[in-house]
Every structure is written in structure tokens, then in C-alpha cells.
């Protein structure tokens, strides 16, 4: 430890607005602030709790609780007799303030998530399902694969879609996080690489992480997919498993035409990898786009394995997905199932078997609902925010957003103080970049968005806690 | 391959009765018969397909369709240009026979589960969630700790039964599957020792099996735990993670004396293991029992977590557990669980809510429903085969039968030839023991199990397919 500040340095450093209130949470935002900004470096020795406290004029209990709060967000590392110096939490750790397990009801505007309310369809088909279930009480209620009807069900979509599937292709599962899980559990040897989008669906580097996974990354550039940067990413790292979402994708909303789908799947032909392929939100377009053929329709010897969920579609709460891939795979993960949470809802299997049956009426009630949301936000964004820069995309959930700086994580934090949790970019990454870009969700209604605008625009002048002034967004009229 | 029969050899230790329908299927249980009950070895060369088609008096098709049913079992394999060998399917593979992926409507009755019909309340809970769910429609969805009146109520449940919670201490999951698999993926590391009770339930086997672990068993006895036995093996195998079922252990049904419970957390302690305590059965006593204390409440230093579910008590079709530990080590798994499956139904939440508040109600209604059939099967097996022997068990949900020879496998294949799907033995030790021993639940109707019993007896008698007579069971009078 060879670089270290002293107490009136770091105190200078800080700034801190003295009437900012709790204080102790005022001086560890600072703090954290400063590391994030690269203004004090990591593995800098902090001074004493005592000599800090005098330098800034306040009690050394305010101080140490500073000092805990940091600690306990990863920013502080301390050892008897040696101090404390600065830190950043591990980026794989599963660390305190993970907004994933934030309490529902703090009254902060859920902007972190992507996740669109109830669809309209949903009470009439709980309804559907008290009336219905009454008959699979008599059995155990245990069925890993999934009930009969729901595997029917999502084998006619993705007929219908174009892919003839047969219900035995079908395992049900809890939602498409699950899905991924299984398969990564199954297909991925611990250790080994995997291909994921940059930026990708965070819990994908999640579960590629629970398996020690190599992860490699390919860029999805503003202009979407290059193929040739997929290839070459499958060719060098001879990664045998990939995850891919080629429809909205997650966060950046572009969709992969149908050369690109190919030449994807081709490559994975000649390079031996599987793909699982994420269409969480490949009902959800909202403009008229072309129509594309799902990864799967290019399939020749069973490497393309299709994830998909009623999560995006319907709703959240229910949690149910699914995966398609070969019979004998599905009963493969069927039995794997047994062993990570033995059998889907039965209940929410027969919601969704519902659910189906008026689907289509339900991606007309979210092209109107989204498309209205994402109206609503780009409009405020224009207002507020005209610096910031973003395609729009036809369908999905959210807009990917380019800051001026390299911001996001400080803008996350200062929204925070101002009720609304915001997705940071590098969420969205695996090794702490992306820290230019938020993800914006489109999935609240336009009023909700609105006033969240409005309180980031607020937030990127007062900062956190109000104690960080910032210079006007527009010159002054 | 030193080993080899020829084709008139083996023709004459299948003795198939030539009248069998379909004959390959009878073929391949006949040899399958001879490889479980160690009259062919394994490892020892089979006849070409002609020569034991000729041998028999049969098509050579038919032996090919029998030797694809073995190898498809794991009971053959074979190489081309090197002939085909008996073998035992890997015990940790994920077999073509796992009756966990068996379709539920194929007509044989379910011994091989112990799961509980629905508890009577369960309609009410459903309308009761109905009712109160759309609330809850205007957020997310997600909670990965669960919902906040969900965590009470569990919590207050352990603080009725002795044991101060608050709901910071609770995780909700998707059942007590999925609390293991959480807690094994999270504590224990891939590859390292974990210790199990011969017998246990057997997807906790599954659990470990997906981590690699190396399983440490420790004995039953058919008087209960020896504490010594317990101790030792902790201090001998270093493990860091043991798994007990301390009520009503499934399957032998044994309830731990309060000594042993004690005894069990303080040499966790003295050799720093962890216990997972499965109290899944835990309210369902059916005799009046001694009061005993959750393992829990004997807990200094927090190694003592305890799993739940409303698989028993309610009923299996609704995917809800949870989990008891420190309140840092649930945010953990909170954390962890975004990587696994987001989080628990929002609904199923509610109905398991609701349920919590009869519970009393639900508790005696199974001790009359299950005390009813224990009866039924008590008195089925004294008819029917007076050579089984158990210990009736004062709760929970099935017998742990000793059988007078070495045949839970053959008769639990003969079983399924007439109409009741069983657990041998086997499924609940990790080495192939417990061959002598078939679990039965009585957590069917009284007339099921009558039923089953009967069905069993008979099975016992003709054999599979109805091709091995056997000699009659009580002397003909």
C-alpha cells in the first residue's frame, strides 16, 4: 500500500453540502463517487476515521458509518492494523446493493427492469385456470416436461410461426432465465467459453458466470449484428455454446434479418457451436417490420435451441417459459429438472395454455401500449436530455441510450437519490464497460416515464443528495 | 473382453415363455433380469444378433429390437466391429427410464411419489389469490426474496414452533428442490464432500450429483440415527455441508429425539460443517409424538439452515418452499436466485399466503387422510405379503420396506408390468444398495393403495410381462 491521502485531502476532495442529510450516507456517496469517476484511485489508503472526521468538522461515529457503508457496497477494503483503502466491489460478487433484490415497495420508479405490466387477457385466464385445475389436483401436480395442453400450445405457435415443432420438443419451464440456467447447466462445462452479445440480458452473464464460464464477447455495433464479428468470435474462441437474441435484442432493440439469421446459424454449423437462441421478445414488434424466419428455420443438424417466455408477452409474475430444442434433449433437461426445482406451476401452466389462445389480441394490446410508452419517452428525453443519443427500435422494450460521458453508473446513483433505479450500461456488460450507455425501458406507462424523466433530468443537476451541483444541460434563455 | 456366452448359452438362461408379447420386449427384460440379479455379469460379450435369433427360434429382427431396448437402457453396449457387452447404466446419468419424465396420464398408479393430494383448503386460497392478486399486477412481478406477507407468514410459522424468525430470515423458492439446489450451489463447492443420510430423498442426490460432489453417506439405522455415526462421519469425511431430514425422514419415516438434534448441531459445530435441515415433513405428524425442538433452535453460530415447502402439507402442483438462514446469507441467495429463475410466482405466493392462516385446520385433515391410508396399506401388505417387514412410522408419508431378498429393482419393474409404478430401494442410496428395500408412500386414498397392493402381489407372482412364474408366497392351504 503505497499510495495513501490524508485527512484534509480526501476531505477536500469530497465537497460535501453540509446541510445534506444523513450526512454519513452524503460522505460515503462522495467517496464512492470519486472512485467511479477515477478521481481516487483503487487501492488508495483512506486516512483514519479519526483524522477524517476532524478534517471535515464532524463526529467520528459519522465517519465510521461511512466507512461501513462503503465497505459493505465493496468500495472499501479494510485489514486490522493495516486501514481501509479504496476498492471496487467484484463485478462477479454477489454484492449488497444488487437492485435485483431491492424491496418492491420503496417507492422508487422501477426503471432498472424491462418488465411490461399485466396484459389485459391475464384476469380471464386465472379465471380460466381456477375453473380448470381442480382436475390435476388428483394427481401429484408434478410434470418436469410441463402439463399436455401448454406444450401443445407452444408447438402450434412456433408452427405457426413457421418452425413445425412437435409438443414432445417442448419442455416447459419457470420462466426464460430458468431456461437459460438448464441449459447452461447441461451444455456449458464448468470453465469453459461461451459466446454473449455486447451488451447482452444480464442475468445471461449471470448464469454463465454460476458456471465459471469463460465469457467472450462480440459487439452488437449501433448498426446491429456483423456477421463477420460473430464469426470470427465463434472461429477464435472456439466457445461451444452461444447465446444470442436476435429479435429486439436486449438492450439495444435491433432486430437480425434474415442473411445475418443464416449466415449465424451456418457458422455455427462450421464451427461447432449450439446456439440458444432467446426470443423473449420476438412477439413484441411494435412498427411493421420485416418478417424474418426464426434461427431455428435454418437449422440442419439441431444446434439451434429456441428460449422463450411468457414474461415479456403476458406478464412478469407468471413465471413460465419454455424451451424448444430436440425430443431427446428435452427429455434430457426434463430429468435435469428433477434436480433443480422438480416441476413448473401447475396453476400458471394452465394461465398460459389460456393465455395462447388469444395471443394475437394481446400483441395488438402491446403494440398500441409500448408504442405509446416509447412516444412518451423519446418525446421527454428530447425535452430533457438532448444530448443524449439513441436509435429508436421497432418492437421490444427499451431504448439504448449514449451518453455524453462515461456516466452511467454515477447518473444510476444519482437517480436513485431521486426516485427512480435506472440500468447502468455496464450491467449490460462483463468487464465494466459500456459505463457510457443506460437502458431505458419503455415498458411503464407514458406517465410513469414522463415524470422518471423528469426526475433524471433533475438528478443529473443536483446530483446525488443534492450536493453536487452540475452545469445547466442548455445555455439559459 | 475376455467374456462371452454363446447364442444356445444365453437362450437358455432367458427361459422366456415363447408366448410373451411383444417377445423383444421380454427378451430385453429377460436379460436385463439376468444383469440385476448378477447371473450375467457385467462386461461379458453377448451372442451376435443371428446367433441367438437362431438359438431362440426367432427373427434376427427381434433380437435387434431387444438389443436396442438394452443399449438404449444402459444395459448394453456395443462397438462396431467388437460386438456388444452387458453393462449397468451410470448411476449419475440421466436415463431413458427415469420415472421423474414418465407422462402422468400412462394409467399406472403413482407409488413412486410421495406426494399428498391437495389439501381441502386449496380452492379457497386459489379464489383468495383470485381476488387479491391485481393489486400486484401494477408492478414487475419479480420478488426475488418473495413477497413481504409470504415471508411473514413463514416466519411467524417458525416463531410458533419455538423458533424466533423475522422475514429478513426467510427466502421464498420454488419448493424445497430448488432451496437444495439454491443451497448447494451457493455453499457447496464443485467437486468437494457433502454428507447425505442412507437413505435419503433422492433428488437431494441429484443436487449434489450437479455439483460434483463427492457424497460422504451416513447410516439409518431402522432404529434412527446413531449420533456417533453421525459425529464420526463428520470428523472422518471433513465435510462442510451435511443434509438431514430430521422429521419424518423420507423414507424411512424416523422422528430425531431432541438428544440427537442436539448432539447433531454441536458436532456441526465442533467440525465447522453446515447442516441443511429438510423440514419439509415436518408438520405432519400423525401419532401423538414427543414435542421436539427444530435442530435450529439448538444453533449458536448460524450452520443451521432449514428448508421448507408446501409440497406436503398443501400440495406438490404448487412450486413453493423456502428457506430459514441468517438474513445476509437470504439477500445471497436472493441475489443468486436472479441467475437461476428471477423469482417465485406472484400468485402461488398469494395462494400459500392464504393457506398459512388454516394451517391447524390442514394438519389435522392430513393426520385423518394419511392416517386413513397407512391403514389401508398397513393392513394390504399383512394380507398380501406377510415376508415384508417395516416400521410404522408415526408421520409423515411412507414405509421403508425390507424385502426378504435382494429385488427392490425386479420388483419394481414387474410392478410397472401390471399397473403401480414403485421407488426401489436404490433410488434413495448413491451406490446401488438399498437393493432389498422398496419405499411406499401412503399418501394415496385408502382404496389406491389397496389397489396397488393387490396389483403388487400379483406382479410378484407372474413377473414381468407375466413370463417368470414365482413360487407362491404362503403355503397353499
Same mark, same amino acid.
Do not use: H, M
Given at each position: 500500500m503505497d499510495r495513501y491521502l490524508s485527512g484534509p485531502q480526501l476531505a477536500r476532495l469530497v465537497a460535501? *453540502?453540509? $446541510?445534506?442529510? #444523513?450526512y454519513y450516507r452524503a460522505l460515503a456517496e462522495a467517496v464512492r463517487s470519486l472512485v467511479l469517476d477515477g478521481l481516487l484511485p483503487v487501492r488508495v489508503r483512506l486516512p483514519a476515521e479519526r483524522h477524517l472526521a476532524e478534517a471535515l468538522g464532524v463526529s467520528r461515529t459519522t465517519v465510521t458509518a461511512a466507512y461501513d457503508r462503503l465497505r459493505e457496497r465493496g468500495y472499501l477494503e479494510s485489514r486490522q492494523g493495516a486501514g481501509s483503502w479504496t476498492a471496487l466491489p467484484d463485478a462477479g460478487s454477489l454484492g449488497?446493493?444488487?437492485?435485483?433484490?431491492?424491496?418492491? *415497495?420503496? $417507492?422508487?420508479? #422501477?426503471?432498472h427492469s424491462a418488465a411490461p405490466l399485466a396484459a389485459s387477457t391475464l384476469p380471464a385466464a386465472i379465471a380460466f385456470a381456477g375453473e380448470h385445475y381442480p382436475r390435476h389436483m388428483?394427481?401429484?401436480?408434478?410434470d418436469p416436461a410441463g402439463i399436455a395442453p401448454l406444450r401443445q400450445a407452444i408447438a402450434d405457435r412456433y408452427t405457426t410461426r413457421g418452425l413445425a415443432t412437435r409438443p414432445e420438443q417442448i419442455l416447459v419451464t419457470a420462466g426464460a432465465q430458468h431456461a437459460i440456467h438448464l441449459l447452461t447447466t447441461m451444455?456449458?462445462?464448468?470453465?469453459a467459453p461461451i459466446l454473449l452479445e455486447s451488451?447482452?440480458?444480464p442475468h445471461a452473464i449471470d448464469a454463465a458466470r454460476l458456471r465459471d464460464a469463460r465469457i467472450v464477447s462480440v459487439g452488437v455495433p449501433d448498426d446491429g449484428w456483423h456477421l463477420d464479428l460473430l464469426t470470427s468470435a465463434m472461429r477464435q474462441s472456439a466457445a461451444r455454446l452461444a447465446y444470442v437474441?436476435?429479435?429486439?435484442?436486449?438492450?439495444?432493440g435491433h432486430l437480425m434479418d434474415d442473411a445475418t439469421r443464416a449466415g449465424l446459424v451456418g457458422a455455427a454449423r462450421k464451427y461447432d457451436t449450439t446456439l440458444i437462441v432467446d426470443?423473449?421478445?420476438?412477439?413484441?414488434?411494435i412498427d411493421e417490420v420485416p418478417r424474418v424466419a426464426p434461427?431455428?428455420?435454418?437449422?440442419?443438424?439441431?444446434?439451434v435451441i429456441c428460449v422463450g417466455s411468457a414474461s415479456k408477452l403476458w406478464w412478469g409474475g407468471l413465471r413460465i417459459g419454455w424451451i424448444r430444442a430436440g425430443a431427446a434433449l428435452v427429455r434430457r433437461l426434463a430429468v435435469l429438472r428433477a434436480a433443480v426445482?422438480?416441476?413448473?406451476?401447475l396453476f400458471e401452466q394452465l394461465v398460459v395454455t389460456r393465455l395462447f389462445e388469444d395471443i394475437e389480441e394481446t400483441r395488438a394490446e402491446r403494440r398500441r401500449t409500448l408504442g405509446a410508452s416509447r412516444a412518451a419517452l423519446v418525446a421527454g428525453l428530447a425535452e430533457h436530455m438532448p444530448d443524449w443519443s439513441f436509435t429508436v427500435p421497432r418492437?421490444?422494450?427499451?431504448l439504448w441510450v449514449r451518453l455524453p460521458g462515461p456516466s452511467g453508473t454515477a447518473l444510476a446513483d444519482a437517480a436513485a437519490c431521486h426516485g427512480v433505479r435506472l440500468a447502468p450500461?455496464?450491467?449490460?456488460?462483463?468487464?465494466?464497460?459500456?459505463?457510457g450507455r443506460v437502458r431505458l425501458p419503455f415498458t411503464q406507462p407514458p406517465q410513469v416515464l414522463t415524470e422518471a424523466v423528469s426526475r433524471i433530468a433533475e438528478a443529473r443537476v443536483r446530483g446525488p443528495y443534492g450536493t453536487r451541483p452540475a452545469p445547466p444541460l442548455t445555455p439559459a434563455l
Open positions: 460535501i *453540502d453540509p $446541510g445534506a442529510r #444523513p449488497a446493493e444488487n437492485p435485483w433484490i431491492a424491496a418492491a *415497495d420503496d $417507492g422508487l420508479l #422501477p426503471l388428483l394427481g401429484p401436480g408434478y451444455l456449458l462445462p464448468a470453465g451488451p447482452t440480458y437474441v436476435p429479435d429486439f435484442q436486449n438492450p439495444t426470443e423473449s421478445w420476438s412477439e413484441l414488434a434461427p431455428a428455420a435454418f437449422d440442419t443438424d439441431g444446434r426445482d422438480i416441476a413448473s406451476s418492437g421490444g422494450g427499451s450500461g455496464t450491467w449490460f456488460g462483463v468487464d465494466g464497460t459500456l459505463e
